[in-house]
C-alpha cells in the first residue's frame, strides 16, 4: 500500500467515526475518548512516511472538523522497551508494529515535537514505567484538567497485555 493510500484511508475512517459516533456522543453532552485520532496520523502518515505536513494537516481538518481533542496523552517510550513489550504479545503484529527502526525513531521524535509544539493540549508521559503509574499521571493530569472527575473514585484495571 502507498503512503498516500494509506493516508487517505485513515483519513476516510476518521470522518466517519467522527461523524457516525464522536460528533453525536458529544452531542449528547458525553464524553469522548479515542486511543488513537488525527495526531496519529500526523505522525505516521506525515512525520514517519515523510507525507507533506500540510496536506496531512489540511486533510486531518477536513476529517475531523471542528472535532480537536481537548487533551492528548502521549505515552513515550525508547523503540527497545516497546519491541521488548510486543515481543510479549500473543497476537500477530500489524503492518504498522513490523515496519523498520527508522520508521519508528521518526515516530518516537514526531510525536515528541509534537508535546513540544503543543505543550497545552498534549500531555508527554513516561511510557517505560508501570502500568499502574502511567494510570495515576494521566488521572491526575485529567483531573487538573477537568475538576469535575475528582468526585469520581477511579476502579482498579486490569493491566494484562493484549
Known sequence: MTAETELLLFEASR????????QPA???GEWVICDRFFDSTTVYQGAARNLDSKLVK???????GDRVPDLTFVLDIDRGTAQSRLGNRTKIRDRLEEESDAFHERVIQAYRDLAKNEPKRVVQIDGRVSPDAIEQQVWH?????FPVLASYQ?????HQPS
Do not use: G, H, P
Open 15 to 22: 470522518s466517519q467515526l467522527v461523524r457516525e459516533k464522536i
Open 26 to 28: 458529544l452531542t449528547r
Open 58 to 64: 489540511s486533510l486531518n481538518a477536513f476529517a475531523v
Open 141 to 145: 493530569q485529567l483531573v487538573d484538567r
Open 154 to 158: 477511579t476502579s482498579k484495571i486490569s
